[in-house]
């Protein structure tokens, strides 16, 4: 009898073991580079499946062509704030893969704004035009290990370039698309 109790509060605590709440981390700190672009990042939990990233970094921008002497190369810093909902982590547990590091797929709201601060550029005298995007976005996010990672998501949404401080005429918006493959560090 006494084998057969012991038995049924194993299993029970068992049970209680695997029905914890699934959640993204409290916070993660980063490192992230890309073909145009290095950026540092923080993710916050919001709640079990929200996170607030908040990244700071520099865009980068390349072109050349018959009206420039030489190839162009351009870096101008940007603010991200982005709120992210990975609706695939309770999935990825049951398939018995790793969630650390918020590892999933993920939708968001990407926002992102381009000050006119600074510009570095193999070209002097650059004018920069600040802008502000919002792009809805789907992407994915895995772990190679426990500190690397890597992150690829796509968007369609709208600039609006503050172009009457630059000096134009008047401000303009216009379709963006948010295309990201990236590699980075978690801290």
């Known amino acids: 009898m006494k084998k057969i109790i012991f038995t049924l509060v194993f299993c029970g605590l068992c049970f209680i073991v695997n029905s914890q709440t699934v959640s993204v981390e409290k916070s993660?700190?980063?490192?992230?580079?890309?073909?145009?672009?290095?950026?540092?990042?923080?993710?916050?939990?919001?709640?079990?499946?929200?996170?607030?990233?908040?990244?700071?970094?520099?865009?980068?921008?390349?072109?050349?062509?018959?009206?420039?002497?030489?190839?162009?190369?351009?870096?101008?810093?940007?603010?991200?704030?982005?709120?992210?909902?990975?609706?695939?982590?309770?999935?990825?547990v049951k398939k018995s893969r790793k969630i650390a590091g918020n590892s999933g797929n993920f939708i968001s709201l990407k926002t992102s704004y381009h000050p006119s601060w600074f510009e570095i550029s193999n070209y002097n005298n650059i004018k920069i035009v600040s802008d502000i995007s919002v792009v809805p976005t789907w992407g994915i996010r895995r772990n190679i290990g426990n500190h690397f990672l890597y992150e690829t998501g796509i968007g369609i949404g709208y600039i609006y370039y503050f172009a009457k401080n630059a000096g134009f005429l008047e401000n303009e918006g216009e379709v963006a698309v948010n295309l990201h493959v990236r590699i980075g560090y978690r801290f």
Do not use: C
């Open 28 to 92: 993660i700190y980063g490192i992230q580079s890309g073909f145009l672009g290095i950026w540092g990042h923080n993710e916050s939990k919001l709640s079990n499946n929200i996170a607030l990233r908040t990244e700071l970094g520099l865009d980068a921008g390349i072109w050349g062509g018959d009206f420039y002497d030489n190839n162009g190369f351009l870096m101008i810093p940007v603010l991200t704030l982005e709120p992210r909902l990975y609706y695939n982590l309770k999935k990825r």
